[in-house]
T-cell receptor, first 115, second 114 residues
Framework: NAGVMQNPRHLVRRRGQEARLRCSPM?????VYWYRQLPEEGLKFMVY????????ESGMPKERFSAEFPKEGPSILRIQQVVRGDSAAYFC?????????????FGQGTRLTVV | AQSVTQPDIHITVSEGASLELRCNYS??????LFWYVQSPGQGLQLLLK??????LVQGIKGFEAEFKRSQSSFNLRKPSVHWSDAAEYFC????????????FGQGTELSVKP
């Protein structure tokens, strides 16, 4: 059973371009969470999705950021018109159930660099 | 406000010495508590978790943590540190109805001296 798969591992974008980050949850997991880790900081929650639904997007910046988890395929975090401040590591986690007593498994992250 | 504080940004210990990493939390609901480890360039690996029951929990790699409700703390300990334990350690808190939505501390970087 493969773990949470994120790709690409590293992504370089010029200011103003779009960044697409992909996350394939563990098999059987229907809950996906995205986190952002800025340099020298801990992880900050961005969004929680189930298949075809956004459950909690309280941590998402109000502009340029969007996320989806379609019925088929990976979850996508999209950042439009990237700026230098978007440079960070973006982690995806997945869980089988909703309750916090179920472990969330993390991917290895996508490290976005905006030049 | 809900928060997790790891007071020590960087700790250095000698190999074989004991280790304690501090974690304090502020959380309105009954907390679910976690410790994760992150090696450079890698994702997060769960070391241990506390949901209920015995307040001393055992984890992987010889780590343990003790939940102290009166002190709002969940400190991580290891009796004898190995060089391979050098990494960044994150404490996190969640709630039952929040699923995998966790609040993380800022992390403690552990260095191990030979």
């Amino acid at each position: 059973n493969a773990g949470v798969m994120q790709n690409p591992r590293h992504l370089v974008r010029r200011r103003g371009q779009e960044a697409r980050l992909r996350c394939s949850p563990m098999k059987g997991h229907s809950h996906v969470y995205w986190y952002r880790q800025l340099p020298e900081e801990g992880l900050k929650f961005m969004v929680y999705l189930q298949k075809e639904n956004i459950i909690d997007e309280s941590g998402m910046p109000k502009e340029r950021f969007s996320a989806e988890f379609p019925k088929e395929g990976p979850s996508i975090l999209r950042i439009q018109q990237v700026v230098r401040g978007d440079s960070a590591a973006y982690f995806c986690a997945s869980s089988e159930l909703q309750g916090a007593d179920t472990e969330a498994f993390f991917g290895q992250g996508t490290r976005l660099t905006v030049v | 406000a809900q928060s997790v504080t790891q007071p020590d940004i960087h700790i250095t210990v000698s190999e074989g010495a004991s280790l304690e990493l501090r974690c304090n939390y502020s959380y309105g609901a009954t907390p679910y508590l976690f410790w994760y480890v992150q090696s450079p360039g890698q994702g997060l690996q769960l070391l241990l978790k506390y949901f209920s029951g015995d307040t001393l929990v055992q984890g992987i790699k010889g780590f343990e943590a003790e939940f102290k409700r009166s002190q709002s703390s969940f400190n991580l300990r290891k009796p004898s540190v190995h060089w391979s334990d050098a990494a960044e350690y994150f404490c996190a808190v969640g709630a039952y109805n929040q699923g995998g939505k966790l609040i993380f501390g800022q992390g403690t970087e552990l260095s191990v001296k030979p």
